[in-house]
T-cell receptor
Framework: KAGVTQTPRYLIKTRGQQVTLSCSPI?????VSWYQQTPGQGLQFLFE???????NKGNFPGRFSGRQFSNSRSEMNVSTLELGDSALYLC????????????FGSGTQLSVL | GNSVTQMEGPVTLSEEAFLTINCTYT??????LFWYVQYPGEGLQLLLK?????DKGSNKGFEATYRKETTSFHLEKGSVQVSDSAVYFC???????????FGTGTKLQVIP
């Protein structure tokens, strides 16, 4: 069974641009969640989707948004990029999304210049 | 809100040394507790979990016991190997929809 796949692996953008990250969960997993990982803050929860609905959201500004498609694939968008958005963005999937083991992808490393 | 506090790293140990990484948490109710490990260039992977008080999670020689009275979930291993070098994250889930709260991570370096 293929694992969680995130694309692209690396991204370099400039301030003010927008970016879209993609996540394909493990086959059969309907819950996808996103985390931002930085050296100073560790992992911070962005949001969680299940069956195309956002069920939970972390404390991030509205510039961070996401969506999930009918095949459970998810995208995350960040608009008007700031230097502080430089981070590793991790996607995780689970079958139902409740108290279960998270299966993580390798992440997308975003650098904002 | 929920929070997880881990000991600061990095932790440097010689091969075959005993490992303890401290983790304490703050949460309402009865959360599930986890340890995840991240190897260089990879995402996190679950190392072990415990879902109720006094449960002991174990995997690959690592152990952690859910201590409700001290709100702790310390990670231990009797004899570390070079291949255990990684970043270790303590985490909790309060039963909400996958809003897992992570500690800041503890980097472990094991030297031969």
């Amino acid at each position: 069974k293929a694992g969680v796949t995130q694309t692209p692996r690396y991204l370099i953008k400039t301030r003010g641009q927008q970016v879209t990250l993609s996540c394909s969960p493990i086959s059969g997993h309907r819950s996808v969640s996103w985390y931002q990982q930085t050296p100073g803050q560790g992992l911070q929860f962005l949001f969680e989707y299940f069956s195309e609905t956002q069920r939970n959201k972390g404390n991030f500004p509205g510039r961070f948004s996401g969506r999930q498609f009918s095949n459970s694939r998810s995208e995350m968008n960040v608009s008007t990029l700031e230097l502080g958005d430089s981070a590793l963005y991790l996607c995780a999937s689970t079958p139902q999304g409740k108290d279960e083991k998270l299966f993580f992808g390798s992440g997308t490393q975003l650098s904002v210049l | 809100g929920n929070s997880v506090t881990q000991m600061e790293g990095p932790v440097t140990l010689s091969e075959e040394a005993f490992l303890t990484i401290n983790c304490t948490y703050t949460a309402t109710g009865y959360p599930s507790l986890f340890w995840y490990v991240q190897y260089p260039g990879e995402g996190l992977q679950l190392l072990l979990k415990a879902t109720k008080a006094d449960d002991k999670g174990s995997n690959k020689g690592f152990e952690a016991t859910y201590r409700k009275e001290t709100t702790s979930f310390h990670l231990e291993k009797g004899s570390v190997q070079v291949s255990d070098s990684a970043v270790y994250f303590c985490a909790l889930s309060d039963g909400g929809y996958q809003k897992v709260t992570f500690g800041t991570g503890t980097k472990l370096q094991v030297i031969p």
